[in-house]
């Protein structure tokens, strides 16, 4: 199983980004799927987490308004876009898979984990 993400950068505060996740080696449908981040110093958190069949969507409230999950289960991909970045957006981008119930927040709960892309956000 692996799940690769992709589509960080280096970007000014404003701007927008879109992160991909692609998996293979599981059936993507099978797993409700979310984004952390961790900044450095601090601890992973939760970003947002979308449905199996993408029909409902979590936001942690840093987001809201601003990040936008999205998935493909025929292309096995999961997408965060994100719009409005904020210097403090900047952190190491996870993607992360779960068969557990959806919208749970903590890491734990969740299974498979990418290998992070980097968001850094200049003011």
């Known amino acids: 199983v692996q799940l690769q993400a992709s589509g960080g950068g280096l970007v000014q505060a404003g701007d927008s980004l879109r992160l991909s996740c692609a998996a293979s080696?599981?059936?993507?449908?099978?797993?409700?799927m979310a984004w952390f981040r961790q900044a450095p110093g601090k601890e992973r958190e939760f970003v947002t987490t979308?449905?199996?069949?993408?029909?409902?969507?979590t936001y942690a409230d840093s987001m809201k308004g601003r990040a936008t999950i999205a998935r493909d289960n025929a292309k096995n991909t999961v997408y965060l876009q994100m719009d409005s970045l904020k210097p403090e957006d900047t952190a190491v981008y996870y993607c992360?898979?779960?068969?557990?119930?959806?919208?749970?927040?903590?890491?734990?709960?969740?299974?498979?984990w990418g290998q992070g892309t980097l968001v850094t956000v200049s003011s």
């Open positions: 979308i449905s199996r069949s993408g029909s409902s969507t």
């Open positions: 080696g599981l059936t993507l449908s099978r797993y409700n």
């Open positions: 992360a898979a779960s068969n557990t119930y959806y919208g749970t927040r903590r890491a734990h709960d969740y299974d498979y």
